[in-house]
């Protein structure tokens, strides 16, 4: 009679995954993962690797969960909100084989939680003066929201920069919704009391923070709608606090769903304003220069050749400043990304050659797996314009492969948009078969 693998089942709830994710991710039957847990059946050599990087582990560590008979114990996680962020991923996986899907139902809630919230933030304030998270005094505020003090703010406020963190590294971002979910019910209850003008204005500028993340895990997974929602929200609320980056931010995020709706047009009178909002704010942030750089990009999309290279020598400004130039959160823009920000540019205004040069400096740069996944799908465009067939799908499936592994509705849209361009490769079998997988792959992340 075989025995339970105990260890390499908690080790799969540990890193966030349900039987049906792995099984997704490795591309087996749910079953198969089913009988290696059971220790019916052992995992081929060839997804060994895979397996393993799945779970976080070595070939030895995963050896040791494969062999052991006895359940061991979970290594301890980074802090509370991380070993929370693993279990919330395992409930919201759990409901879906599709990385990236967002549950209807808590979609719902937390958007009748940010209008709720910016009911509130509308209302005038009250007269009266106003590393490692201190999990009692947020426990004790969230129950007795009437006794807010700074440090309890500042608290919210490295829980929301936790938040960004946990959503960074993220593979699959709509993880973190259900905790961006608690997060604003807390606001909510927050905000429902009288407090101060200076509490009042925090409570602001938490929330335009906490909406925009909220925009960005609709907006990775292809619900701009509800990202608008948010960012609009978001872009009030920082209006309230007086917090012009901010607010300059979210407008940009408003933005950016045209740009990337190829909506060019519709996109630069919004950029303007962040533009102007941007120049009001902290001229030692970045903010003013990811302007510029998503600007570049919807003058490319117009064809604005001139304008195009002005706003990126604009971006590149950012290289001068010193210090802390962004905020890790709502504000993550840097040198770093340039290279990527210029070949999305010189893609769109067909400049092939100037484009590879840049989206290769970027591919050698430390990038996340969503921006990984647009740099390449870039590059497969560019063996279209060299109309280099082998570099198309060479690319193309490797982008595709990110998709996969994320459900990112980002990465997703923009191999939708190097289908369209696929039709005079379809005599090559190996197109043929790319533009088949495309498909395959968005009818089965829309149903």
Request: glycine share 6%.
């Amino acid at each position: 009679m075989a025995i339970k693998r105990r260890a390499l089942a908690e080790r799969r709830k540990a890193v966030g995954h349900s039987q049906e994710t792995l099984a997704y991710l490795l591309g087996v039957e749910r079953s198969t993962v089913v009988r290696w847990e059971a220790g019916a059946t052992e995992p081929l050599p060839w997804l060994r690797p895979k397996l393993a990087r799945a779970l976080a582990v070595s070939i030895d560590e995963l050896h040791q969960l494969l062999t052991v008979k006895v359940q061991v114990k979970k290594k301890p996680l980074v802090d509370a909100l991380t070993s929370e962020a693993a279990h919330e991923r395992a409930e919201a996986t759990s409901t879906s084989n599709k990385p990236g899907r967002l549950d209807d139902v808590k979609r719902r809630e937390v958007l009748r939680m940010i209008s709720m919230a910016g009911s509130l933030l509308a209302m005038p304030p009250a007269d009266g003066p106003g590393g490692r998270h201190d999990w009692e005094r947020l426990a004790y505020v969230s129950e007795y929201p009437s006794r807010l003090d700074s440090a309890s703010l500042d608290e919210y406020a490295r829980v929301n920069a936790q938040l960004w963190r946990v959503f960074s590294s993220s593979k699959v971002k709509s993880h973190i919704f259900p905790l961006v979910q608690r997060q604003l019910a807390v606001l909510n209850n927050a905000l429902q009391q009288a407090h101060g003008s200076a509490v009042h204005r925090c409570l602001c500028s938490l929330a335009g923070d906490l909406f925009q993340l909220s925009g960005e895990i609709f907006f990775d997974g292809s619900y701009y709608v509800e990202a608008a929602h948010c960012y609009a929200m978001a872009a009030s609320a920082s209006k309230e606090a007086n917090a012009f980056d901010l607010w300059a931010c979210a407008i940009t995020r408003h933005a950016f769903i045209d740009v990337y709706e190829r909506q060019f047009t519709k996109s630069l009178p919004l950029l303007d304003l962040a533009s102007r909002l941007a120049c009001r704010g902290d001229s030692s942030l970045s903010t003013r220069y990811w302007v510029a750089a998503v600007e570049a990009q919807a003058l490319a999309g117009v064809g604005e050749v001139d304008a195009c290279r002005r706003a990126l020598e604009a971006a590149e400004q950012v290289e001068r400043l010193s210090g802390r130039v962004h905020t890790s959160g709502w504000l993550r823009f840097e040198g770093a990304r340039l290279p990527e920000e210029r070949g999305a540019c010189y893609v769109e205004l067909r400049r092939p050659e100037l484009a590879e040069t840049a989206l290769t400096e970027a591919l050698n740069l430390d990038l996340s797996m969503r921006r990984r996944g647009s740099v390449l799908t870039d590059m497969a465009t560019v063996g279209v314009q060299h109309r280099d067939s082998d570099q198309l799908v060479l690319y193309a499936d490797a982008a595709l492969d990110t998709a996969r592994q994320t459900g990112s509705g980002v990465v997703i849209r923009k191999l939708q948009t190097l289908q369209a361009q696929l039709v005079p490769f379809l005599g090559d079998s190996h197109v043929r078969y790319l533009d088949e997988q495309i498909s395959a792959f968005s009818a089965a992340c829309v149903n």
